[in-house]
């Protein structure tokens, strides 16, 4: 699963440049915020857990 995330953003940048790292970077922070993570350690595998 994580091949297809990676060609994902792969796409990403290929069709709108470099910026969406840091769009990514905003929507992960916005979740985190949103379902009271405080470290990006805690949700590391979390569907696997």
């Given amino acids: ?3 297809a995330r990676a060609v ?3 796409s990403a940048v290929a ?8 769009e ?3 929507e992960i ?3 985190m ?3 009271g993570y405080r470290d ?10």
């Fill in 40 to 49: 990006l350690e805690e949700i590391i595998g979390a569907a696997h857990g």
């Fill in 15 to 22: 069709y709108r440049g470099i910026g969406v790292f840091g």
């Fill in 24 to 26: 990514v970077k905003r």
């Fill in 29 to 31: 922070e916005g979740f």
């Fill in 33 to 35: 915020r949103e379902e």
């Fill in 8 to 10: 994902g953003i792969g």
């Fill in 1 to 3: 699963m994580a091949g």
